[in-house]
């Protein structure tokens, strides 16, 4: 109960940002993603998430283009799904919303391929008399798609990323034996 309703305030999140009022400082002073830049410039981030079945690391790289408020670029994830392992390479797409506010929402989108690593588990414990069973998962690939939603909180060089985003990943999903998004929450830091 406790992650449905952490899952739902962060889903409201982002809709703070247009609720923020106008103050009497130029649009121009009013921080943003973007850190003060008119041309396109690096941005990389770093995040930390739980989801249902484990944890992940994301780390994602590439340009962001001021004017548009899009950014483009590609993202690393180690995830830990309940016992195996993954390792998902992709394309990174956000675009942030409004232009300039001290918080701002974005919607984004990953695709790519998710690699399930190798690995042995104990399927049971040893008894005295018979050996040890284990299954082991071999190296296998598969798409990876991932939807995401979330807030920046703007401060003078970096911004605090919180979000949800719904891993859409077959490899995983079949192997767990149903059919639907894995939901998950991150925190982390844009730069």
């Given at each position: 109960?406790?992650?449905?309703?952490?899952?739902?305030?962060?889903?409201?999140?982002?809709?703070?940002?247009?609720?923020?009022?106008?103050?009497?400082?130029?649009?121009?002073?009013?921080?943003?993603?973007?850190?003060?830049?008119?041309?396109?410039?690096?941005?990389?981030?770093?995040?930390?998430?739980?989801?249902?079945?484990?944890?992940?690391?994301?780390?994602?790289?590439?340009?962001?283009?001021?004017?548009?408020?899009?950014?483009?670029?590609?993202?690393?994830?180690?995830?830990?799904?309940?016992?195996?392992?993954?390792?998902?390479?992709?394309?990174?797409?956000?675009?942030?919303?409004?232009?300039?506010?001290?918080?701002?929402?974005?919607?984004?989108?990953?695709?790519?391929?998710?690699?399930?690593?190798?690995?042995?588990?104990?399927?049971?414990?040893?008894?005295?008399?018979?050996?040890?069973?284990?299954?082991?998962?071999?190296?296998?690939?598969?798409?990876?798609?991932?939807?995401?939603?979330?807030?920046?909180?703007?401060?003078?060089k970096v911004s605090l990323d919180i979000g949800?985003?719904?891993?859409?990943?077959?490899?995983?999903?079949?192997?767990?034996?149903?059919?639907?998004?894995?939901?998950?929450?991150?925190?982390?830091?844009?730069?």
């Amino acid at each position: 109960m406790k992650r449905i309703i952490i899952l739902l305030a962060l889903l409201a999140l982002p809709f703070i940002a247009f609720a923020q009022t106008d103050d009497a400082a130029s649009k121009d002073d009013r921080p943003s993603v973007a850190h003060g830049s008119e041309k396109i410039k690096y941005m990389g981030s770093a995040t930390l998430g739980i989801d249902l079945l484990g944890f992940f690391l994301h780390t994602s790289h590439g340009a962001f283009f001021p004017k548009d408020n899009l950014y483009a670029g590609l993202s690393v994830e180690y995830s830990m799904f309940f016992i195996e392992h993954h390792i998902n390479i992709a394309a990174h797409g956000r675009w942030f919303y409004p232009e300039k506010k001290k918080v701002q929402g974005y919607i984004g989108v990953e695709a790519g391929v998710s690699v399930l690593l190798p690995s042995y588990i104990n399927a049971e414990e040893p008894t005295p008399g018979k050996d040890t069973y284990d299954t082991y998962y071999q190296t296998n690939a598969g798409l990876h798609l991932v939807p995401s939603l979330g807030m920046v909180i703007n401060f003078n060089k970096v911004s605090l990323d919180i979000g949800i985003k719904y891993n859409v990943s077959p490899l995983i999903i079949e192997q767990k034996g149903f059919w639907a998004a894995i939901p998950a929450v991150g925190i982390g830091l844009i730069f």
